[in-house]
């Protein structure tokens, strides 16, 4: 059973008639280029962790991925997708931006060649930041959700104040390595 939400988008298309059509279709022409572009590129970033693995394939399986992928996601939920990849990427962005900073605002050589393979003191403050924002704007599964229980009502946001400590306990943690070394 279609729910009101779901039924009201064909019924709001066609009513736009020739015109809503016209813009649909010239919306597809112009954006399948883009599909073709991110199933390729995709496929080469797989390629570079496994090379082994015959680009043709690489392609048939991202695509295959991607079309499942569009055929089974219900879209109505696409703003819970877009807020999880938010709370991922927020406080990555903000680690980023404190290691560079802490860093002079620059890299040299060393710091991309010689680096640990993994800095544990990072990746915490970027745990830290990730659960942050999952405590104050909880998206995922509902098994997610249900466990977070409540977010508290703070009228902020989670985007702000996830970027802030994740920076600030990130440039810390760099800033205490600078002077170790």
């Known amino acids: ?3 009101p939400t779901q039924s009201a988008l064909p019924v709001a298309v066609a ?15 112009d954006e399948t280029d883009e599909a073709f ?10 390629q570079n962790l496994t090379p082994r693995v015959p680009q043709r394939t690489l392609i ?3 695509a295959a991925v991607a079309t499942l992928g569009a055929l089974t996601i219900d879209i109505l939920s696409y703003e819970s997708f877009l807020l999880l990849l938010g709370s991922f990427f927020v406080p990555l962005f903000g680690v980023l931006l404190a290691d560079w900073l802490a860093a002079g605002a620059s890299y040299g050589e060393d710091d991309v060649f010689r680096a640990p393979p993994v ?16 405590w104050l704007h909880p998206v995922g599964p509902s098994w997610w959700v249900d466990a977070i229980g409540e977010p508290p009502d703070l009228g902020i946001g989670a985007t702000l104040p996830s970027f802030f400590a994740t920076f600030a306990l990130a440039f810390g943690i760099a800033t ?5 070394l």
Do not use: D, E, H, P
């Open 1 to 3: 059973m279609t729910s």
């Open 15 to 29: 009513a736009g008639g020739i015109g809503a059509v016209l813009a649909l279709l010239a919306v597809t022409v």
């Open 37 to 46: 572009a991110n199933v390729y590129s995709t496929a080469v970033s797989i």
């Open 60 to 62: 048939a399986g991202v």
């Open 119 to 134: 800095r544990w003191g990072m990746v915490a403050a970027w745990i830290a930041g990730f659960a942050l924002y999952q």
């Open 176 to 180: 205490l390595g600078k002077r170790r």
